[in-house]
């Protein structure tokens, strides 16, 4: 089975913020280890990507057939969408065992674990 991992920011410190800055060199590099450890697990696919903040996203509607555009999708920043990644694993426990790896999850962040659908 296919689950998209959805990287959740939250609170998590993000490389060039002020937080970010506040972690020491070997806490900065562990995140970034862990990551690639992640995307180096196998079913992984693709590597996981980061996403501009959203202040940097567009929102498409479209209504009574116009196209319509927004600048961001103003939400708070715990609902921020920070990246993403596909898993294929056996079951559930396993895309829930490679969520808890992810270092937003601990760092103020959540991981939602949702099931693909295959056609």
Do not use: C
Not at 76 to 85: I, M, P, V, Y
């Amino acid at each position: 089975m296919k689950y998209m991992l959805l990287i959740h920011q939250g609170s998590t410190p993000l490389p060039g913020s002020d937080e970010w800055e506040s972690l020491s060199e070997d806490e900065q590099k562990a995140v970034y280890a862990d990551y690639q450890a992640i995307n180096e697990t196998p079913g992984v696919t693709p590597a996981g990507v980061q996403l501009q903040p959203p202040e940097t996203a567009t929102t498409v509607r479209v209504q009574d057939g116009r196209t319509l555009t927004t600048d961001g999708p103003f939400v708070e920043t715990k609902e921020a969408l920070g990246g993403w990644l596909l898993f294929e694993a056996e079951d559930l426990d396993a895309a829930i065992e490679l969520a808890s790896r992810i270092p937003a999850a601990r760092m103020g962040g959540a991981i939602e674990v949702r099931p693909v659908v295959e056609r």
